[in-house]
C-alpha cells in the first residue's frame, strides 16, 4: 500500500489550500487517515485525523480552520486549509491504517506513510 499526497504550495497568509491523499495498492479496509506536519526546526505534529466512520479530531492550533474530510470509494483524504498562517509552514504528511491479506492469507495491520508535501505561508 502507497500513499500518494498532492496539493501543497506557496500561500500569502490568509489564504487557502486543499491537500489530498490517495491511497493505492491491495488492502481490505482503509481504517484511520491522518495528516501530520514537521515545521522547520521543530518535531512532527498531528495536524488532523479521520476514522472511516468519519470522527475527527484536529490539534488546537487548526481547530476552525483546517477541515479533514474523505473519500472511502477513493481511498482519498483531503485536508482543507483556510485562513492559513506563515507558523503552518510545514511539510505535510498524510498517514494511513490499512488492514491487509497477505499471499499466506493472515491478516496484516500496518501504517504507512506519503511522501510529504510542502506547504508555504508567507506573511
Known amino acids: 500500500v502507497q500513499l500518494q499526497a498532492s496539493g501543497g504550495g506557496s500561500v500569502q497568509a490568509g489564504g487557502s489550500l486543499r491537500l489530498s491523499c490517495t491511497a493505492t495498492g491491495s488492502f481490505v479496509r482503509i481504517n484511520d487517515m491522518a495528516w501530520h506536519r514537521r515545521a522547520p526546526g521543530k518535531q512532527r505534529e498531528l495536524v488532523a485525523r479521520i476514522s472511516s466512520a468519519g470522527t475527527t479530531n484536529y490539534a488546537d492550533s487548526v481547530k476552525g480552520r483546517f477541515t479533514i474530510s474523505r473519500d472511502n470509494a477513493k481511498a482519498t483524504v483531503y485536508l482543507q486549509m483556510n485562513r492559513l498562517k506563515p507558523e503552518d509552514t510545514a511539510v505535510y504528511y498524510c498517514?494511513?491504517?490499512?488492514?491487509?491479506?497477505?499471499?499466506?492469507?493472515?491478516?496484516?495491520?500496518?501504517?504507512?506513510w506519503g511522501q510529504g508535501t510542502q506547504v508555504t505561508v508567507s506573511s
Open positions: 498517514e494511513a491504517d490499512h488492514l491487509s491479506l497477505s499471499a499466506a492469507q493472515e491478516w496484516i495491520a500496518a501504517r504507512v
